[in-house]
């Protein structure tokens, strides 16, 4: 294993590894029974390290023959009920959203991975955060969300990816980890208990699952609808299901908020590099704070809406032109202004970047 | 009272939503047939396509799951190297799986997957109305082929059959009909075979059915039945391709 240096140190055990590795480990100990996927840059140790460890555990491992397959080969092993993956970076998350579409309509667990690039097109492969509509407003066709996974380390991205299987599983519906070219590809110690197979996945039952009708009446997996009324009785069903995730599933960092008069809110990478800008204005004794949305969706709108009311103003930072940014101004609700700083097609904020705009805020 | 003839088990006794005249009532029958002769319903599992097959499952009395247009052999794959053991087969028409399917079918094929194909081939979309298919006829009216289907703007027949026979990882291919008594004899045994494979582990077996479609065509039912002899068979010979 190249880019799984082995530097285990004996007291901490840890194990240093890259981000796509780590996350590929993760769905190993997780019980990830199936993966498919397509190669593509910045994601391509994620498949390395599947096509060889998924063996080594007599699991499935699949090069398919495009994104659409590989979506489909996860769509199929989930009907078979399977705990089943695929990842890939942004032009080729764009092309697995029709089968995303038909996951959400099929009520069918899947884990997918979109470690982002800069786009539009081909764009280029350095890091970005330019997909976050995609992830948090369905992607594909058809009024559905899904769960979108936002870690901002590699160990957290193994944690994180263990989670993802188990709420696939719990809501039956595709769950998204959504990470940059950057988390993809840096190297950070992991705490090899994060990696190490759970004593007891929890494995819910399937009775769903397509496997044979034998000794039961035969199951239909099926996302037409054609009864009049019955298609919006299942997407009112879907709507319910998210409410019980929004309650349930929120998740996020907070970082020196209570008497914060700007909050930053950042994501993944660039929330990493907004923890610095705060720490050096703290150190010229500004009061800055920082939320990081870990579910981008759903999305912390509690959060930030608790934190607009102390807040002066707040400043969203992405490595996109801004979109984020719009749920932040949705959930301050024009309780105080809401700066955005941002740089897209592979550009990253520096924290002197951060901390330039912050000064000229507070 | 001996019974010489009763539907299939794997059959649900409901009414078809297909046209009169339509092949599709009898490939479902077939597919059936042979699933109960080779007793395996309760270890089947379909996949229905996009296109007026997508209702199989309204039909076929064991487990069916639908797929996006043209993706059925992804999903077939995925199904099939979970559970090996399960008999997995597509059924799909010649929009999906000679036109927005082609990538999938050809690598599942290339990868000699051990799974069924049934392609039903009648050479139009019917679903949205009639419009060209792949395997549309040269000079045949469609919707979208107003004055005929036209070889330098709409392209040629497709023989996707031929094309995937040339693979090495493929098992059997054969071209059959469903328009008269002896034809269906015929496919009968030719998706027998294709699901027999599929028990010994043979690898991917594939039966191309050519169909009739009256209302796409414009024809009445014998006519369509008349046209498969006079003109469709001329593009689409039947007999085995491959194994």
């Keep these: ?362 | 009272m001996k019974k010489i003839f009763e539907k299939p088990k794997s059959l649900r006794g409901v009414s078809t939503h297909y046209c009169p005249g339509c092949g599709h009532g009898v490939v479902h029958r077939l597919v059936c047939e042979v699933i109960d002769e080779l007793a395996i319903r309760e270890k089947t599992i379909g996949i229905a396509p996009v296109g007026c097959a997508v209702l199989a499952y309204d039909y076929w009395d064991f487990d069916v799951t639908e797929a996006a247009h043209g993706r059925p052999p992804a999903v077939a794959t995925g199904i099939k190297r979970m559970l090996p053991d399960k008999i997995v087969f597509t059924y799909q028409g010649d929009g999906d799986l000679a036109a927005i399917g082609t990538s999938e079918i050809i690598h599942t094929a290339n990868r000699g997957e051990n799974i069924t194909v049934i392609f039903v081939n009648n050479g139009i979309y019917g679903m949205t109305g009639g419009q060209m298919a792949p395997t549309t006829l040269l000079k045949q009216k469609t919707k979208t082929t107003p004055f005929g289907r036209d070889k330098v703007r709409d392209g040629q027949p497709l023989k996707i059959s031929e094309m995937i026979s040339t693979l090495d990882a493929v098992a059997y291919i054969e071209r059959v009909a469903v328009h008269k008594p002896g034809n269906i004899r015929a496919a009968k045994r030719a998706i027998k075979k294709a699901f027999s494979n599929q028990i010994d582990k043979k690898g991917f077996s594939m039966v191309e059915i050519v169909a009739m479609c009256p209302v796409g065509w414009g024809t009445s039912c014998e006519g369509a039945i008349r046209r498969i002899d006079e003109e469709v068979l001329k593009q689409y010979p039947l007999g085995v391709l491959k194994g």
């Design chain 1, 1 to 362: 294993m190249k880019r799984r240096q082995k530097t285990e140190n004996r007291r901490q055990k840890t194990v240093l590894m890259t981000g796509n590795d780590a996350i590929a480990e993760a769905a190993v100990a997780a019980g990830c029974d199936f993966y498919a996927g397509y190669p593509i840059t910045p994601q391509n140790e994620l498949i390395a390290h599947m096509s060889k460890r998924m063996v080594e555990e007599n699991r499935v491992f699949i090069q398919s023959e495009s994104e659409l397959a590989a979506i489909n080969m996860v769509f199929g092993a989930s009907v078979a009920g399977a705990r089943a993956m695929t990842s890939s970076s942004s032009p080729g998350i764009s092309l697995k959203q029709e089968g995303i579409s038909y996951l959400v309509g099929c009520e069918l667990p899947a884990v997918i991975v979109n470690i982002m690039r800069g786009g539009p097109g081909l764009g280029n492969i350095a890091p970005a955060q330019s997909d976050y509509f995609q992830a948090t407003r369905g992607g594909g066709h058809g009024d559905y969300r899904t769960i979108a996974l936002a870690p901002s380390s590699v160990e957290e991205a193994a944690k994180l990816t263990r989670l993802a299987f188990d709420l696939a599983d719990e809501y039956r519906g595709p769950v998204l980890i959504i990470g940059d070219g950057i988390l993809g590809q840096m190297m950070e110690p992991v705490q090899s208990s994060v990696l190490s197979p759970q004593p007891s996945i929890k494995r819910i039952k399937k009775p769903w699952a397509l496997t044979g009708a034998k000794n039961r009446k035969p199951n239909i997996i099926r996302s037409l609808y054609l009864k009049p009324g019955s298609l919006e009785e299942f997407n009112n069903k879907l709507q319910k299901k998210y409410e019980e995730i929004k309650k349930k599933h929120t998740m996020l960092e907070k970082v020196l908020c209570d008497d914060a008069e700007l909050v930053i809110v950042a994501y993944g990478t660039s929330s990493r590099i907004g923890k610095a800008a705060v720490q050096s204005l703290r150190g010229v004794k500004k009061k800055a704070g920082l939320i990081r949305p870990i579910t981008l969706w759903p999305f912390p709108e509690e959060a930030i809406k608790h934190a607009a009311k102390k807040a002066k103003a707040f400043l969203v930072v992405e490595m996109s032109s801004g979109q984020m940014v719009e749920d932040v101004q949705l959930a301050v609700g024009g309780k105080c202004p809401v700066h955005f700083y941002g740089r897209p097609g592979g550009g990253v904020p520096t924290p002197e970047e951060i901390e330039k705009q912050a000064l000229k805020l507070l």
